[in-house]
């Protein structure tokens, strides 16, 4: 079957493509795979062992590409040690592997959270082999059985909370909503900003859009985000991690030869327009900005950023407020710095600190989970 790009006229929402006047059926199969999904809805009933069960939450904690790069090793008793899956780093985009360690720090986060569910105390003790470099460890967590101790009240939300990458609401940030949001934050040293005044929210826009076209038109960056787009119901379920899409239109795409890595990477194509528009959407329909920075860039601070942002994103998710990290425009490779130093400076941040997670947020329906690979997948022991 072949739809040149002059006859797509458009899909609906049953599952039907419109195609040079033709309708035809959409095979109800490229929706996301149960198996690539079925992690969200927490450990195993017959799972005993209180680590793996806190680790059954802790891999939904959001993370760049969602390439879940987490390894952990279980051969010490009561015990979790944490490692970089050095397989699963973003080179290009991610020299310094910062997004990935603030991953790390979401992971930890909701492992706690996790582990007090459990009746259980956890003592991360950070970098415990001296400063990380791949295949040193990021963490050795102790468990201590707690009897009593407290459950923290964001953790109902870690099943709830999405990443929303597609469109907002034309509606503007409830300022209850936004004062919850700075409260909730307050335990944390790291400064918040959220700002959603039309002026500053153009010209953040503006910032955002200019970085991500910047990575879309560099090959070896835009490279990066296209090897880990899984493009239909039984890529995603083979690979259960990266950019799901799946849908009509991409299915019809797809057997249209029109959806093809090689074709995504190419200026011009249906595919590469299609990724851009879809990208841009999600900018122009923001009406609100926000930023975490740190006064300090260490590993260990980039743990504390992780930690802080996903404590952000379930506040935000118990509000029904969406939230969506922007790193293209903090990025460190050199072609990126001219726009990073102007976000840099148009966020008011000082010189000295560092612009850790950018993101805009709004209203929007429930996206549905993103892929999780199976536990034991994760285990190296
Ligand atoms: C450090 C970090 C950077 C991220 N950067 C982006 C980004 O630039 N754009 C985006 O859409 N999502 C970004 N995300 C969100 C991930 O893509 C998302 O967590 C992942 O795909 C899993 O989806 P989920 O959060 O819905 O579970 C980022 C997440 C983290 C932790």
Not at 54 to 61: D, I, Q, R, S
Not at 236 to 255: E, F, Q, T, V
């Amino acid at each position: 079957m072949a739809f040149p790009r002059r006859t797509f006229l458009r899909v609906l929402g049953g599952g039907v493509v419109v195609a040079a006047g033709a309708a035809v059926a959409v095979p109800r199969l490229d929706a996301m795979p149960s198996t690539a999904i079925e992690g969200w809805s927490g450990p195993d009933p017959a799972e005993t062992d209180p680590r793996r069960r806190a680790l059954a939450w802790a891999l939904l904690a959001p993370n760049p590409h969602n390439l879940q790069s987490w390894a952990v090793d279980l051969s010490r008793p009561d015990t979790i040690v944490l490692h970089v899956d050095t397989g699963r780093l973003l080179p290009q985009t991610d020299p310094y592997s910062r997004q990935i360690l603030i991953g790390h720090g979401c992971f930890l986060e909701i492992l706690a959270m996790a582990a007090a569910a459990e009746g259980y105390r956890t003592e991360a003790a950070l970098f415990p082999d001296g400063p990380w470099r791949p295949g040193k460890p990021v963490a050795r967590v102790a468990f201590t059985k707690q009897p009593g101790i407290a459950l923290d009240p964001l953790f109902a939300q870690v099943p709830r909370r999405r990443t929303v990458k597609g469109g907002f609401e034309a509606r503007l940030l409830d300022p209850a909503h936004k004062a919850a949001l700075l409260t909730g934050h307050a335990a944390s040293a790291l400064p918040l900003v959220l700002v959603d005044d039309a002026e500053s929210v153009d010209r953040l826009r503006g910032l955002a859009i200019a970085g991500s076209e910047l990575e879309m038109n560099l090959p070896r960056t835009h490279k990066e985000s296209i090897d880990v787009v899984r493009v239909g119901a039984a890529e995603i379920a083979a690979n259960r991690d990266g950019i799901s899409l799946k849908g009509p239109m991409i299915w019809a795409l797809r057997h249209a030869g029109a959806m093809t890595a090689e074709k995504a990477m190419t200026p011009g194509t249906l595919a590469w327009q299609g990724g851009l528009d879809y990208v841009m959407a999600g900018y122009a329909s923001a009406r609100a900005f926000g930023w975490i920075t740190s006064v300090d860039n260490t590993r260990e601070t980039q743990i504390a950023v992780g930690r802080a942002f996903v404590r952000l994103q379930l506040a935000a998710t118990a509000l029904g407020v969406a939230l969506q990290p922007h790193s293209q425009t903090l990025q460190e490779y050199p072609e990126m710095a001219d726009l990073r130093a102007t976000m840099h400076r148009q966020t008011g941040a000082p010189a000295y600190a560092t612009l850790q997670m950018f993101f805009r947020l709004g209203y929007a329906g429930d996206p549905g989970p993103s892929p999780r690979r199976a536990l034991s997948s994760f285990m190296t022991a």
